[in-house]
């Protein structure tokens, strides 16, 4: 759990399941602004693929909204 400048809690992982090593992953990651911060978040493929992998519940319950957003991304051509 990291607290940015604003006092916002964000939880970061630093081992990813089911993916290349976290440095690997990590140079795929696209550099994001979020609340005046530059954050690294992966493509949506790498998390889809991690989620099955580990298979918990709550990362199940993530699956469709991620394949429904991957789907409507690719047919907008939208990043």
Do not use: C
């Not at 939880?11 to 990590?26: H, P, Q, T």
């Not at 990651?29 to 519940?57: C, D, Y």
Request: charged content about 25%; aromatic content about 8%.
């Amino acid at each position: 759990m990291v607290a940015l400048s604003d006092g916002s809690l964000i939880n970061f992982i630093y081992r990813i399941d089911g993916l290349k090593s976290f440095n690997a992953e990590y140079r795929r990651a696209k550099m994001i602004s979020w609340l005046n911060e530059i954050v690294a978040v992966l493509p949506l493929e790498s998390i889809l693929k991690s989620k099955r992998f580990v298979g918990r519940p709550k990362d199940l319950a993530h699956i469709p909204l991620l394949e429904q957003t991957i789907k409507s991304r690719d047919a907008t051509g939208q990043d």
